[in-house]
């Protein structure tokens, strides 16, 4: 009963043949490849999945991936521009904001679909955003700061 | 005492600064594999069937229908995998797989499959026949002489055989202390179960080949003692196990160095004949891992009423769960009534005791977290019934520089104790503290809290041992492998020690390779645990860099013509001290055929370092709170962290560390439980929604202060630092809510319904 989508990823037309339960996260991981994204808890809870659908930040474990027929799909591996880190990932370098780096992706998409509709957001408003990604090693601390200091325009 | 000299170090160029982590750039990109992210040609995938029930026996297993699914390859059950785990304390046994189940989630089969989906399918169609069995989940319950067993098989055992383990220790003379007192006060303290929730959940690949060689990636804390274990329990020479820490290891806490699916899945890769991976989901992670031992601890604190302790008793009792590692924290607790404050006269009782819960293990602030919310609540008792200012208490009874540990008869080496103090209460603006209690605000009342730490890192007492080991190996264009065995799990520990290497050989830090962990390849080394790495993994890496750079500097005297005493080097140039620009570079040295035909064997340099003594990491916590006196809703506004550290060798790393524990602080603090049923043994929370970690925006300010009292015996001075501020936020809280509102709340977590309790009893 497998089921024939057509989408973009990362900018490029893709075809895929999924089965109705296939989960959008199942998809980009085990037939893409694109590994980025993580399986932190397979509910929607912690954000460690999150990609870009049609510009708006999703849990991929949380979207089936019959419903992305027609639509595109940005992930952690589809963000660096001409060779060159996204400035959110090299805010994350350079502040230090990630220690194991396993919820990292899915903050800077978080982040990144965030910034690119609101460019200017207060502090309080980026702490709010990321509400849905958790990390357990850096208490937001620098991944805030990181953010920042792109919304601020620091160079990168 | 250790025989150390103290040298002083000269000025430090890498040690000390903040560059670029290591390999971050592949996280930030998606780049970085983690052990699920592995694929091995042919690999099946794994699933565990575990039991519905608290306690029971299997009588039997039938999963010939589960075999008979298409894709499905092999099962087992204790009939194939009754090997010991671990050698466990106390008699009690974990298997690979047993024919009894000890808790709700226990293990009972496991499936290897084509897909995961077909293999959590196959459970469904083993038939598992249980003789349930009465259960016990109150660790006082179990304590009974009548209480139902847990571990059967210590029915040999003279003593209740629930209780692990009893630990008594004894100094001075409490009942002395307590006559000489002027005021006597008793409390009993609360700790709950909680959870490591590290964001990767584990992930591990079992793979052999035909000649009985075992390979087994994981997500782990040590690659060596689980191969042990896994040597131990298969029957196997360590030389044929090889086991490795994937280079991207999604944080540990404490909960990544043991689980008894290892052995299974060795054994179920063998029966299948393919590779197996078997990861967990979020609520296996959750309560089939490890959980932090619940405790309830019994205080009675005599004092004089100029302000000094004169005897401090304290009975703990540790819940260790199904299966014990906890078992240490009921007997390694006790070295925290000795390492902060003076006092003559202790005595402590721990008894370590089986219920049929989770499992118990170590986590981040391993024994010293549970304990310092007692202890360090306590000396805010004690400071309220003297009426002194419990900053002003603290400061009058501290172990000083030289004063000795009761414990192991060691010197305080080095103490930023009280630098922590008076830096932390400065930020805080203690000044303004309450005078009294709950006497400002109205409906929302704000209060001062704090308390100190100190940790058991990496070792207390010269019986135990914490070597650390380092191969160094030097390219001819003048780049280096760093080889060690222990793992980075998102601590940056690739890049501390690459900077250790860097300082000490005067060779370029992005030039230098670190490869961790796999036990066929580095050099042994003890688990990623216990904030020891640094000091004693750092420790040999700095004697295998000096020791590497002489080498170089020798061969460049020889082709100089300089003598060695001249010359030094830095960023991979050898030069001569009174001539700088005069000098050679490390891939002109080790290309030059003086060097090059005498062939490489002196371009390997390797050490074995061993900590002289305990190195005594300290630190005070401070926390500004907002209680809602309706509610008892409790909002921190701000934690101030100052922690000695001995010397931050990154110092943007070291602060990420002590962020980091402060977010594990506060949750232990406020938020996390994990509960289980008391009627049924089931785990009512094991998810996010409902286990309630600290997201971005629950955040308060936080402030970390770094002190650096440069200790005499750690290499560069280095303390431990990865568990420090978890120790000390819970009990900072739980006294800022006593000095916004006067209640005392005896009970983590500090939910609205436990302050509000808190508030009534104190209206009486």
Not at chain 2, 477 to 502: C, E, K, N, P, V
Request: glycine share 8%; charged share 25%.
């Amino acid at each position: 009963m497998r089921q024939r989508i057509i989408f973009r990823v990362n900018g490029e037309m893709r075809e895929a043949y999924v089965e109705p339960k296939t989960t959008l996260l199942e998809l980009i991981r085990e037939d893409l490849g694109l590994t980025g994204a993580k399986e932190g808890c397979g509910k929607g809870e912690c954000g460690a999945c999150t990609v870009i659908l049609d510009g708006d930040a999703v849990p991929s474990c949380l979207v089936l991936a019959v419903g992305i027929e027609g639509k595109h799909i940005i992930t952690i591996e589809g963000i660096m521009e001409n060779g060159k880190l996204h400035p959110l990932q090299e805010a994350f370098v350079r502040y230090h904001a990630s220690q194991c780096g396993f919820c990292i992706p899915g903050m800077i998409l978080t982040a990144k679909a965030y910034l690119d509709k609101h460019p200017n957001p207060s502090e309080a408003e980026i702490k709010n955003i990321m509400m849905g990604n958790l990390c357990r090693c850096t208490g937001y601390e620098k991944i805030i700061e990181a953010i920042m200091a792109v919304v601020n325009g620091e160079e990168f | 005492m250790a025989k150390t000299t103290v040298i002083q170090e000269k000025e430090l160029n890498v040690v000390g600064t903040s560059p670029e982590m290591k390999l971050t750039r592949n996280k930030v990109t998606g780049r970085a594999k983690f052990t699920v992210d592995m694929k091995r040609p042919g690999m099946l995938y794994a699933k565990v069937l575990r039991s519905p029930h608290p306690s029971a026996y299997i009588k039997t297993i039938d999963y010939t229908r589960a075999l008979e699914l298409p894709g499905v390859y092999a099962v087992i059950t204790h009939e194939d995998a009754k090997l010991l785990y671990m050698p466990s304390h106390g008699q009690a046994r974990e298997y690979g797989l047993d024919d009894m189940v000890r808790y709700v989630g226990d293990k009972v089969a496991m499936v290897a499959a084509e897909t995961e989906e077909l293999a959590e399918e196959a459970l469904e169609y083993i038939n598992v026949e249980y003789e349930a069995l009465p259960a016990v989940f109150d660790m006082e319950e179990a304590m009974k002489p009548d209480a139902p067993v847990v571990h059967p098989e210590r029915q040999e055992l003279d003593t209740n055989v629930n209780i692990l383990e009893i630990s008594i220790q004894e100094w001075g003379n409490v009942e002395d202390g307590f006559k000489q007192a002027d005021y006597i006060i008793e409390n009993r303290f609360y700790t709950q179960r909680v959870c490591h929730c590290a964001l990767e959940p584990h992930a591990m690949v079992a793979e052999w080949d035909l000649e009985g060689n075992l390979v087994m990636w994981s997500s782990e804390q040590t690659a060596f003692m689980i191969r042990d274990s896994l040597a131990e329990a298969l029957n196997m020479p360590r030389s044929k196990i090889r086991f490795i820490v994937p280079e991207y290891v999604g944080g540990g806490f404490g909960g990544k160095y043991e689980s008894a699916e290892k052995i299974a899945l060795a054994i179920l890769a063998r029966k299948a004949g393919r590779p197996v991976m078997l990861k967990l989901n979020r609520e296996e992670e959750f309560y089939t891992t490890r959980t932090r031992s619940p405790c309830i601890f019994e205080t009675k604190t005599g004092v004089s009423k100029d302000g000094f302790l004169l005897a401090r008793q304290m009975k703990a009792v540790v819940d260790v769960g199904s299966y014990a590692w906890g078992a240490i924290m009921a007997s390694r607790a006790a070295s925290y009534l000795t390492l902060l404050y003076k006092c003559p006269n202790i005595k402590y009782t721990g008894y370590g005791v089986f219920t049929n819960t989770p499992p118990s293990g170590a986590m981040r602030g391993f024994t010293s977290t549970p304990i310092h919310y007692a202890m360090e609540s306590e000396i805010d008792e004690i400071a309220a019934v003297i009426n002194m200012d419990p900053l002003e208490f603290r400061l009058k009874n501290k172990l000083d520089v030289g004063d000795i540990i009761p414990l192991n008869n060691v010197a305080v080496s080095s103490s930023g104790l009280e630098e922590t103090m008076i830096k932390g209460a400065a930020e805080i603006g203690w000044h303004k503290r309450n005078p009294k209690p709950g006497v400002t605000g109205g409906k929302f009342k704000r209060g001062l809290g704090m308390a100190s730490y100190c940790h058991y890192s990496p070792m207390l007492k010269a019986t135990e041992r914490s070597i650390g080991n380092a191969v160094l190996m030097a390219n001819i264009d003048g780049s280096f492998h760093l080889l060690l065995g222990t793992a980075d799990i998102g601590q940056g520990l690739r890049t501390i020690m690459a900077q250790i290497a860097s300082e000490a050989l005067g060779g370029k830090l992005d030039e230098i390779d670190v490869t961790l962990a796999d036990t066929a390849v580095t050099p042994w080394a003890t688990t990623t645990a216990a904030s020891r790495s640094t000091i004693e993994t750092g420790g040999a890496v700095k004697q295998a860099a000096e020791d590497m750079k002489q080498k170089i500097i020798r061969f460049a005297s020889g082709i100089m013509d300089v003598p060695v005493e001249d010359l030094d080097a830095r960023d991979c140039r050898v030069y001569n001290l009174s001539d700088p620009s005069q000098g050679m570079s490390f891939a002109e040295i080790l290309r030059h055929p003086e060097v090059y035909l005498k062939g490489d064997n002196n371009l390997v340099t390797k050490a074995t370092y061993s900590v002289p003594q305990f190195i005594p990491p300290y630190g005070s916590q401070f926390a500004e709170v907002e209680v809602d006196t309706e509610t008892g809703e409790v909002r921190v506004i701000k934690i101030v962290a100052a922690s000695d550290v001995g010397r931050a060798i990154h110092p943007k790393s070291v602060e990420g560390q002590l962020e980091g524990g402060i977010h594990m602080g506060l949750g232990f603090a406020l938020s996390e439980e994990l509960k289980i049923c008391p009627e049924t043994g089931v785990p009512l929370n094991p998810n996010f929604l409902d286990y309630k970690l600290f997201r971005s925006g629950d955040m308060p300010e936080i402030k970390v202060i770094i002190v650096e009292p440069i200790d005499p015996y750690s290499v560069y001075g280095v303390k431990g630092v990865g568990e420090m501020t978890v120790i000390a936020t819970a009990p900072a809280i739980r006294n800022a809510i006593y000095n916004a509102t006067g209640a005392k709340v005896f009970r983590l977590p500090l939910t609205s319904e436990n302050v509000l309790a808190a508030l009534k009893e104190k209206e009486g």
